[in-house]
């Protein structure tokens, strides 16, 4: 158990040094074209699928919170209890917080409102209270990323007055190598923020 539990630490902090050297170059390509900071969180907005492993990071990120501040580490879980509370048509298991994957659940994730903050977001700084251990997800927005064969959209906010050209010369492969896919083997399953805050840390 302790050899599993080794192995995805050590995996999982490949990854996020992969991600964020891949971010690191996006970032340094577009110069001034991206504006994100500290304080804007347009992109904090509204529910997103995230990954098992996401689910464990931010787990593990809320239980370090905990050991170095208690209470702001309460005010996560409570923002992330009132947040579930808050979706009477979660296309999901309620308990488990895993979301349906049929067409029918797509419909439903879309209909879900989308103009509170994401449960991990501190709502009067604008700053994530979990940031070392957010989603995938939220380090590859906002840059011209691709993953895979796939080209990410970039942040409205970014890249004002520049062309399609432009973007695309500014555009790095995220994990060329595929090891979140690989580290994902056989756990495919989503769910969403608030979900995985209220979840058990596995220690």
């Not at 590859?140 to 796939?150: C, E, H, K, L, Q």
């Amino acid at each position: 158990m302790w050899r599993v539990m080794l192995e995805m630490v050590t995996s999982d902090r490949e990854l996020i040094q992969i991600v964020d050297a891949a971010m690191a170059e996006a970032v340094r390509l577009a110069g001034a074209w991206v504006v994100c900071k500290p304080g804007c969180a347009e992109c904090c907005l509204g529910p997103f699928p995230i990954t098992q492993l996401d689910a464990w990071r931010l787990r593990q990120g809320l239980a370090q919170l905990e050991r170095r501040d208690p209470d702001r580490a309460v005010r996560v879980r409570r923002r992330a209890r009132e947040s579930v509370a808050r979706m009477a048509d979660f296309p999901g298991d309620l308990t488990t917080g895993i979301l349906d994957e049929d067409e029918e659940a797509e419909e439903r994730f879309a209909a879900l409102p989308d103009e509170e903050y994401c449960p991990a977001l501190d709502p009067e700084a604008l700053t994530c209270d979990l940031y070392e251990a957010r989603p995938v997800t939220c380090r590859i927005f906002g840059p011209a990323v691709r993953s895979g064969g796939d080209v990410l959209g970039v942040c409205e906010l970014n890249f004002q007055g520049a062309t399609d050209e432009q973007i695309a010369a500014c555009q790095v492969q995220v994990d060329p190598a595929g090891l979140e896919d690989a580290l994902l083997e056989g756990g495919r399953e989503q769910t969403i923020v608030a979900f995985a805050l209220l979840a058990t840390p596995v220690r």
